[in-house]
């Protein structure tokens, strides 16, 4: 019963002081932690009336990080993160 309780002490003292984290954060200046947000979203959320759009405002902001303005990136994920996000917008 001692070894019992004892584990699950550890347990949850691990699971307490454990740092949660998705692999994203929102205006962390990277544009990076977005990106992945977003390629782990799209393609669940195909259904989306402006799925296309979404894919298409991903590319705008790779090309914004690419030229070195990651804050305009970050707007433009969010953007594309907006738009698959339920409940779904129209426009």
């Given amino acids: 019963m001692k070894l019992l309780a004892t584990i699950l002490f550890l347990f949850a003292t691990v699971a307490v002081i454990t740092d949660v984290n998705a692999g994203h954060s929102r205006g962390n200046g990277t544009c990076t932690d977005d990106y992945t947000h977003w390629k782990n979203m799209i ?47 129209t426009e």
């Fill in 43 to 89: 393609n669940k959320r195909s259904d989306a009336p402006l799925w296309q759009q979404s894919k298409d405002t991903r590319d705008l902001a790779i090309s914004q990080r690419v030229q070195g303005n990651t804050e305009k990136c970050e707007e433009l994920m969010e953007e594309a993160l907006r738009m698959i996000r339920k409940p779904y917008p």
